[in-house]
């Protein structure tokens, strides 16, 4: 049950919302869904961000731009429009059901980082930035915000901010029992290729041990080669995730799938090419 004196907050400006979360039990709110996560009687303030201009989708100088108020749905659409965004949108079409992906926000999403989140996987194979609101606003990449422990300071998310790649190829798979359960994890690769010879890779993924891995042995290993089958089974004794066992599943059996899975996906891309 939510605090019987609780206070609702509609600022129509950013810092206005910034100066706000710095009190106590005072959060953010866009699509409520964080309030599911969130011990409710610890809440005593919810600022709105509906009046705050940040849900929308920019395209400019190469460069997408996704506000943080935008929705799971918002950008499943967008990149069925625009052909662009084909990878995050990927992951976002099986995260959670029709009516969540409705409410969850892009930037509540990447502030709470739950260990089943569709999203952070994606978005660092996207090399992606975000722009942050605190006492001052900057522009970081999102491997940095989790590296160094921006996440859990208070602050604003305004913008995600992906380069415009459209010779980049990539993919993503997310296991789950059934397609709107939590996913265990997510892997996503994302890479670029002329003549079929990989000249960068980008692996990443969520769920494990840490929450979240730069699998870069793998990388390495794939860089200046062609994935031909040989090379993808080389590749996969490389990406060598680590996992937590849980009631469900072992550490070691999450480490198998997700090396099957990890091949599947680099079989997935070779057809591509």
Known sequence: M?????????????EEAVKLIEQQGVILHGGGTRIL?????????LVDVGKLNLNYIHHADKQISIGAASTYDDVIRYSAKTKKLSLLAQALSEAASTPLRNRITIGGSLKDFPIWSSLYA??????AQIEIADKHDKVIS???YLETGVIKTKHLIKRIIVEDEPHLIGGVKRFALIRFEYPL????????VKKKIISEARIYITGVKGRHKHCKRAEH?????ELTDDIIQQATKHFTPKFV???????????????VFFTDLLQELKGKL
């Open 221 to 225: 290993f794939l860089l200046e080669k």
């Open 37 to 45: 996560k969130t011990s409710p009687k610890s809440i005593r303030g």
């Open 185 to 192: 994890f997510t892997v996503a690769v994302a890479l670029r």
């Open 122 to 127: 994606p978005l660092l194979a996207l090399n």
């Open 245 to 259: 066992s849980d009631y469900k599943y072992s550490a070691e059996y999450k480490e198998q799938t997700a090396k």
């Open 142 to 144: 999102l491997e940095e």
């Open 2 to 14: 939510l605090h019987q004196n609780l206070e609702w907050f509609f600022p129509h400006k950013v």
